[in-house]
């Protein structure tokens, strides 16, 4: 909602175009430092899909299967 009123700061990913059309995205990455987003999971407990589903949002590169097998390691003759 738009009140013509100061600065905002949102991640880029936040801003849609069309939404936000009287709004200006400005680039501002090296204002800030890179920040590190850890996510800890306990070897051998369940997780659910969206809990997998999360983990393969905040890290791309990661297949599904990839998380199951980190939390579900095969043991050597399976």
């Known amino acids: 909602m738009e009140l013509g009123l100061g600065v905002g700061i949102i991640a880029a990913m936040a801003f849609h175009p069309a939404r936000d059309a009287g709004l200006r995205l400005l680039p501002a990455g090296g204002l800030f430092a890179a920040n590190t ?39 050597v003759g399976e």
Do not use: W
């Open 37 to 75: 987003t850890r996510i800890a999971l306990r070897r051998g407990h369940y997780l659910r899909d969206y809990a997998i589903r999360f983990v393969t949002c905040c890290a791309p590169s990661l297949t599904a299967e990839q998380v199951r097998e980190a939390v579900f390691p095969k043991t």
